[in-house]
């Protein structure tokens, strides 16, 4: 009835929270590119996640309806292109349309904690790791500083206060943090010991690291042929899950593709031309 629990099998949510401009979609791709090879981003801001697209390698699905089974949707298409992180940038919108359902009366929740629940659950239960952003409201505090004359005088700051989103939202995720005005990550919630309490400028690799070894995942060198830097294994895979279930191509449609790339096969797809490879499957798609 019990077997011994292991830590290798955990997939990683994370709840990044922070007023505009505080680094929250950034940090989020910064963070997502140490913990897998293959991100899908899940847009809800009207594509703004797309001008970080020369600093990261990510896929991405605009939401428009911002109903919590559109993002259920979203998440579980992404699982089955076996995307390694699911960024949902951001889930604050969840939280709008769920508001707006509800419909300001008592009742009307009655119909949309269920939603919200299903929508939870999508995201524990999923088989990627999840980076969920969301936005903070934010508000101007008077702060005290010493001017070159001596006097204490007061100036205005903006700051990120509660998350746009249900209260106790954080209790579902591993790992909730608050960015500030500087990119600051502090940790205000953790499972990962390493972690609890910590700050992070520029969150990016080093709380991917302590994840990963949190989780006990390897921290896989990138494979090297001939000094050209190949494609990974989950690469691979995504690119074989796309021509197969996204694109219905045979084996051999897929080796004419690579033989334009005078390539055999797909472990030997340089990194470069990853992206390059896949819009030509999809190009040939289109045409047979
Ligand atoms: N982790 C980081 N490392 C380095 N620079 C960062 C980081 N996070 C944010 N920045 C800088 O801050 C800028 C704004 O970040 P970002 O677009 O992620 O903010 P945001 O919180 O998503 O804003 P919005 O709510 O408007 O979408 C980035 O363009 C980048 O220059
Ligand atoms: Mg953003």
């Given at each position: 009835?019990?077997?011994?629990?292991?830590?290798?099998?955990?997939?990683?949510?994370?709840?990044?929270?922070?007023?505009?401009?505080?680094?929250?979609?950034?940090?989020?791709?910064?963070?997502?590119?140490?913990?897998?090879?293959?991100?899908?981003?899940?847009?809800?801001?009207?594509?703004?996640?797309?001008?970080?697209?020369?600093?990261?390698?990510?896929?991405?699905?605009?939401?428009?309806?911002?109903?919590?089974?559109?993002?259920?949707?979203?998440?579980?298409?992404?699982?089955?292109?076996?995307?390694?992180?699911?960024?949902?940038?951001?889930?604050?919108?969840?939280?709008?349309?769920?508001l707006?359902?509800?419909?300001?009366?008592?009742?009307?929740?009655?119909?949309?904690?269920?939603?919200?629940?299903?929508?939870?659950?999508?995201?524990?239960?999923?088989?990627?790791?999840?980076?969920?952003?969301?936005?903070?409201?934010?508000?101007?505090?008077m702060?005290?500083?010493?001017?070159?004359?001596?006097?204490?005088?007061?100036?205005?700051?903006?700051?990120?206060?509660?998350?746009?989103?249900s209260?106790?939202?954080?209790?579902?995720?591993?790992?909730?943090?608050e960015?500030d005005?500087?990119?600051?990550?502090?940790?205000?919630?953790?499972?990962?010991?390493?972690?609890?309490?910590?700050?992070?400028?520029?969150?990016?690799?080093?709380?991917?690291?302590?994840?990963?070894?949190?989780?006990?995942?390897?921290?896989?060198?990138?494979?090297?042929?001939?000094?050209?830097?190949?494609?990974?294994?989950?690469?691979?895979?995504?690119?074989?899950?796309?021509?197969?279930?996204?694109?219905?191509?045979?084996?051999?449609?897929?080796?004419?593709?690579?033989?334009?790339?005078?390539?055999?096969?797909?472990?030997?797809?340089?990194?470069?031309?990853?992206?390059?490879?896949?819009?030509s499957?999809?190009?040939?798609?289109?045409?047979?």
């Amino acid at each position: 009835m019990f077997k011994k629990a292991t830590k290798s099998q955990i997939k990683i949510r994370l709840a990044v929270s922070g007023a505009s401009g505080s680094g929250k979609t950034y940090s989020a791709l910064a963070i997502a590119q140490h913990l897998g090879d293959n991100i899908a981003l899940i847009d809800s801001e009207r594509g703004s996640a797309s001008r970080y697209a020369d600093r990261f390698m990510f896929n991405t699905c605009e939401l428009n309806d911002h109903h919590p089974a559109r993002y259920i949707e979203a998440i579980k298409a992404a699982e089955s292109m076996n995307f390694d992180v699911i960024i949902i940038d951001s889930l604050s919108h969840a939280w709008f349309s769920e508001l707006e359902l509800a419909g300001g009366r008592f009742d009307g929740w009655k119909n949309v904690r269920p939603l919200e629940r299903k929508l939870i659950d999508a995201m524990i239960g999923s088989s990627s790791h999840i980076i969920a952003t969301m936005r903070s409201k934010t508000e101007w505090i008077m702060e005290e500083y010493t001017a070159k004359d001596g006097k204490t005088k007061q100036s205005p700051k903006k700051i990120g206060t509660a998350p746009i989103q249900s209260s106790g939202i954080e209790y579902e995720f591993d790992l909730a943090g608050e960015l500030d005005y500087n990119h600051i990550l502090t940790i205000s919630k953790s499972r990962c010991p390493e972690l609890s309490d910590k700050t992070f400028l520029n969150p990016g690799k080093e709380i991917a690291d302590t994840l990963k070894a949190w989780i006990g995942q390897p921290q896989q060198p990138p494979t090297i042929v001939s000094g050209l830097q190949t494609i990974t294994e989950p690469q691979a895979k995504r690119l074989w899950a796309i021509a197969k279930n996204e694109l219905q191509l045979s084996e051999s449609d897929v080796r004419s593709v690579l033989a334009g790339f005078q390539l055999e096969k797909t472990t030997d797809i340089p990194v470069q031309k990853y992206d390059a490879v896949i819009q030509s499957m999809r190009d040939y798609g289109d045409k047979f």
